[in-house]
């Protein structure tokens, strides 16, 4: 009944839009299940949809269901009518994702990059997944827009994963620790932020501020209260290392029990009319984001080379012994370098929620790449971290122009691999850092 | 409840998940333990067996046992391409390395692009037919309370008896003369050197043994689950067996597979526990997967943390011999 009225009607430029509807209303309406066989009465959850092209069912389409709790599998086809339903095993978390390949010739995925939904299902549910079909995109000759759109992603991922990796950086510069508990300090400061404009319904213009100075005074606290008293031990490098593991499983999961595992976005600034610019769609909050990003960098800079606590930064980093020699008050120094980077990651993961979402693998996600980054540029130096931090993310969405957007941060991590290969102690970094 | 709890527990300490792992710790162990190696990417040789494994096999119809030398081979050849640039490198660079290594070979096996190979997210099943025909135990259940059927009986055994076995070689090697070079160069490296050995190819036979152990510890996982998906291959496994090994006690031959038996045990009476209090209803409103693996891996974090600074010899291990670090 519902096909036929799209016929009736149809036109090429309503076509899209009634494949659109059509698949949400299908699949809102969980009774135009019923149509097909009843095999759903045994199970209490399940998860089912309706793929639609044009009004028809699509059958054929392989979609699999994957517990995030536990990892298991499940799979089903699309019937004649393009219905599909899953019998789940139990409540929970689970990943939906459509098979792109199964698709019949001349359809796809309105979204092509977001073939998968994660869904919560609870105790004797049903719930709904619309994946919207339409004609797929043609891939045409405009890659000079490609390469102009992917540079501006590029600046604005790589300005961010700049801003992280300074505090990181300069941690190892001062203290000899890598630390990889410093991707989560993304994440907490993503959700600190979170917590204050979505939870407490904060605006995010207040809220930012707040979450940046309280994952300052987070990274503080971890080195007032575990950092120094290691050192004090005198604890070796690769006991630090591991602590700083444990550290990072804690601080993930915190969140994750405090905020559940799917991806949210902050309350404002969600949905803009993108500017464009010759050949390029912008934003307006990625334009604010690129151009704090920058302001943040240069301040660091600045900060870095003109002030006595920033000179003292950078001679902890380069000497440890002849600094502290020369009366500067060693653990003060590395405390402040703290607080800024954690200040400095915090705004880069609220950043980077705006631009895309806030989970918690966020930041462990980005902490590779912050480390690529890192060894790029030249570990312990602060200035390599951000010039590497924006190579890195250059690299992986310049990437995408001639590769699948799946694997951009493989080229990030060969990157870094080549890197070590060819020139170990990075760009700006010097020959004995290393080795 | 505790008595479900206790049998919880004790069937994923001697499961052979458990084994698994105490497989890819003994590997681990090698590396990290003896030669003084940080190789976070551990897991990357979990995947290349698994994947060697089930390709050969599932994909191109090959015995088994040419899956099982493709899945080893596999593991050399990225310990050559891998400790090619980072061996001559500091501890912490090979960290780095190895764990963006293991994460590049998933997004690899993970990408839309490798389906034909690699089933993409989907995975690869039916390879470990052949595994199971080889079975000696009758269909039925086994070990009482714990409810083993003769499938399970069978991959236990089969991953226990590796790792008593490559246990065993690891405790021969450790008292040749060449186990006493790799340890010479976890102390000091420029001694060894100045003794001259070649302390590049010592380090390069260490990772390849112990990245072949990893691997085939990712053989018995798949063989025992009796399918292959790419997010298996999380880091945290990684970090998994650092702690089963830590726990244990590095640098002792017993530490990984006690480390294994008592981290299973634990964690998995911890998930038992909680799960029993979130469907009794105690806190209402919080379903029950997400609080249990977020507090086990808490739990996992803390145990890292504390052992690491409180304990740093695990339950077998000898403070002295563990006083490894970067110089």
Do not use: C
């Amino acid at each position: 009944m519902v096909s036929s009225l799209v016929r009736a009607r149809r036109g090429p430029q309503l076509r899209r839009v009634a494949a659109v509807v059509l698949t949400a209303i299908a699949v809102g309406s969980v009774a135009a299940l019923t149509a097909g066989p009843a095999v759903a009465q045994s199970a209490t959850e399940t998860v089912s949809g309706r793929l639609a092209f044009e009004g028809e069912g699509v059958e054929g389409v392989r979609v699999v269901v994957e517990s995030t709790d536990d990892g298991a599998v499940l799979e089903a086809v699309s019937g004649p009518d393009g219905s599909w339903l899953v019998e789940l095993p139990g409540p929970g978390a689970y990943r939906i994702e459509l098979d792109a390949s199964t698709l019949p010739e001349g359809v796809g995925l309105r979204d092509p990059d977001n073939p998968a939904r994660e869904v919560r299902v609870f105790e004797n549910s049903t719930s709904a997944v619309v994946f919207a079909l339409g004609e797929p995109q043609v891939q045409t000759s405009d890659t000079p827009r490609r390469l102009l759109q992917s540079s501006v992603n590029g600046l604005k991922f790589g300005l961010i994963i700049a801003m992280t990796a300074i505090g990181l950086s300069l941690i190892f510069g001062t203290t000899g620790l890598v630390n990889f508990a410093h991707g989560d300090l993304v994440t907490v400061g993503a959700f600190l932020a979170y917590f204050l404009n979505v939870t407490l319904g904060l605006p995010l213009l207040i809220a930012a501020p707040l979450a940046i100075a309280a994952g300052g005074a987070l990274a503080g606290g971890l080195d007032r209260q575990v950092w120094r008293p290691l050192r004090a031990q005198r604890t070796g490098l690769i006991a630090m290392l591991v602590v700083s593991i444990g550290l990072s499983f804690v601080l993930r999961h915190v969140v994750l029990l405090f905020f559940g595992g799917s991806r949210q976005s902050y309350t404002d600034f969600g949905l803009q009319t993108a500017l464009e610019f010759g050949l390029v769609r912008v934003q307006p909050v990625e334009l604010w984001v690129m151009g704090l990003s920058v302001a943040a960098l240069v301040a660091v800079g600045l900060m870095l080379n003109r002030t006595k606590l920033g000179t003292s930064m950078r001679a902890v980093a380069d000497n440890r012994d002849l600094a502290e020699s020369s009366g500067i008050d060693v653990q003060r120094v590395i405390l402040a370098v703290w607080v800024l980077g954690g200040g400095l990651t915090a705004a880069g993961g609220i950043f980077l929620g705006l631009i895309e979402s806030v989970d918690y693998l966020m930041g462990f996600r980005l902490l590779l790449l912050m480390f690529a980054g890192v060894i790029l540029g030249g570990l312990g130096s602060a200035y390599g971290a951000m010039v590497g931090g924006v190579i890195v993310g250059f690299v992986s969405e310049f990437s995408t122009v001639w590769f699948s957007s799946q694997i951009k941060y493989v080229w990030a991590l060969l990157v870094l691999i080549v890197i070590l290969l060819v020139r170990p102690q990075g760009i700006l970094g010097r020959r004995e850092r290393f080795g | 409840m505790i008595e479900t709890l206790f049998f919880d527990a004790l069937r994923s300490a001697i499961g052979p998940t458990a084994a698994s792992y105490a497989l890819l710790a003994v590997g681990l162990n090698l590396h990290f333990g003896y030669t003084g190696l940080l190789n976070f990417g551990q897991v990357g040789y979990m995947l290349v067996g698994a994947y060697g494994l089930s390709i050969t096999v599932a994909v191109f119809g090959g015995p088994l046992w040419l899956g099982l030398i493709v899945g080893m081979l596999a593991a050399v050849v990225l310990s050559i391409i891998l400790g090619a640039p980072t061996l001559r490198l500091r501890a912490d660079y090979l960290a780095i390395t190895t764990i963006a290594a293991s994460e590049i070979l998933r997004f690899l096996v993970r990408n839309t692009g490798s389906d034909d190979l690699t089933g993409s997210v989907f995975g690869l099943r039916q390879f470990a037919g052949e595994f199971y025909d080889w079975s000696p135990f009758a269909p039925g259940e086994y070990l009482g309370p714990l409810g083993f059927n003769a499938n399970r009986m069978w991959v236990t055994l089969v991953g226990w008896g590796l790792v008593a076995a490559l246990s065993a070689m690891v405790w021969t090697l450790m008292r040749s003369p060449w186990g006493r070079v790799l340890r010479s160069i976890r102390e000091d490296e420029d001694a060894a050197r100045s003794l001259g050995k070649n302390v590049f190819l010592y380090k390069m036979q260490s990772l390849i043994i112990g990245g072949v152990i990893g691997a085939i510890g990712g053989m018995v996982f798949v063989l025992a689950l009796q399918n292959v998906t790419p997010d298996m291959f999380l880091p945290q496994v990684t970090f998994f067996a650092f702690a089963i090994m830590i726990l244990g006690g590095t640098s002792t031959v017993l530490g990984p597979t006690a480390g294994a038996v008592l981290f299973w045990f634990l964690l998995t009476g911890l998930q038992s526990g909680i799960r029993g209090v979130v469907d009794a209803g105690v806190i209402p409103g919080i379903t029950g997967g997400q609080v249990v693996g977020a507090v086990s891996l808490i739990a996992v974090g803390l145990l890292l943390m504390l052992l690491m600074v409180f304990r740093p010899q695990g339950i077998l291990g000898d403070r002295e011999e563990l006083r490894l670090d970067v110089s």
